[in-house]
């Protein structure tokens, strides 16, 4: 049974209704160390074992009889990162937590931080906080080059799908969101392993939600990290690209239609256009022999640049909407509604 009082734990509270929810997957040897470092300002912890085959599950049961915030909650498959965190998330918003902050079990991120993720929510500032570790060159210094590759070329992606054009480090799973927002998404939709922490971005984009990063470090020890390369490098820009797709069509089509529709409308069709126009020019002089007229290069090389330009005009305008206000005081804890901004495809 999940318990459902969230009341003061200790005299440095930063609010009533804190939980924090720990994805777990074979992380035996941090989860023991990182339950310990959780401060008093949190009121319950929902650690979830994903089906891990290390012991992880009896770690977390011991650690439960000396701190009764500690609840364990077990699945009998392993989902991935993401149906583990919405495990938690759900039985977080069940308990009537607040804020519900989502931490990593393998202990690269600091409990030390929780305070200072959850006060922007508290604040009505943000609706949604993550970390960023691009913030300092000591930052970066701890990282693996490989990874510091890999969040950088999937960075671009992430903004361009979220629509947050701000926000950076967009694999970082050190968050912190307020109950009524985590309430509002469509958990049944979202992305249950890697890419969850991307997806869940671009459900927040579309209701509107202002997300914001707060600087942090991470702590790079011998761990194996569980993500390949492969989804790194394959799957996750096909991902992106969808949720992009999916993102202007909500945001530009369904639910307004503006000048920026007008401008990528047109300007898809001239740059198309142009580059099908220039590329039939260029085969048939291949095929004769005979160059191309000034004339024809302008008529393909003119609708390019002004449609590359209309395109660029569309992106401003895009990145210029970045939410800016919270919406978690006008959203209502859905408590088995569905959502009709967050349930379309």
Request: charged content about 20%.
């Amino acid at each position: 049974m999940i318990p459902s009082d969230f009341g003061p734990s200790g005299q440095d509270r930063i609010g009533d209704g804190v939980a924090v929810v720990i994805p777990c997957y074979q992380v035996a040897g941090s989860i023991t160390e990182v339950l310990e470092a959780i401060g008093p300002s949190v009121a319950r912890i929902f650690c979830v074992d994903d089906a891990s085959t290390d012991g992880t599950g009896s770690l977390i049961e011991r650690a439960a009889v000396a701190d009764e915030r500690i609840v364990l909650l077990k699945r009998m498959q392993n989902g991935g990162v993401g149906a583990a965190t919405i495990d938690g998330y759900q039985a977080a918003l069940a308990a009537g937590a607040r804020v519900v902050v989502k931490l990593d079990g393998d202990g690269q991120m600091d409990p030390g931080l929780i305070p200072l993720l959850c006060r922007p929510i508290l604040e009505s500032e943000a609706d949604y906080v993550k970390g960023n570790r691009f913030y300092s060159r000591e930052s970066l210094d701890q990282m693996p080059r490989m990874r510091i590759w890999g969040n950088a070329g999937l960075s671009f992606f992430s903004k361009a799908s979220t629509g947050y054009w701000n926000l950076f480090d967009p694999n970082n799973g050190f968050t912190a969101i307020h109950a009524d927002v985590a309430a509002a998404l469509p958990f049944d939709r979202l992305h249950k392993r890697y890419f969850f922490e991307s997806d869940i971005v671009f459900r927040l984009g579309i209701l509107r939600a202002r997300v914001v990063e707060i600087p942090m470090d991470s702590v790079y020890g011998d761990e194996e990290s569980h993500l390949s390369l492969v989804d790194s490098a394959l799957r996750f820009p096909l991902l992106h690209g969808s949720n992009f797709l999916k993102r202007v069509f909500y945001n530009y089509f369904l639910r307004n239609f503006s000048i920026a529709t007008i401008n990528l409308l047109v300007g898809i069709l001239f740059l198309v256009g142009g580059a099908l126009f220039g590329a039939w020019k260029w085969a048939e002089s291949i095929r004769t022999g005979v160059p191309a007229t000034a004339g024809s290069v302008m008529l393909s090389a003119l609708p390019v640049l002004v449609g590359t330009q209309l395109i660029l005009s569309f992106l401003a305008y895009d990145m210029a909407l970045v939410p800016d206000r919270a919406v978690h005081r006008y959203l209502r804890r859905a408590a088995g509604r569905p959502n009709p901004v967050t349930k379309a495809d």
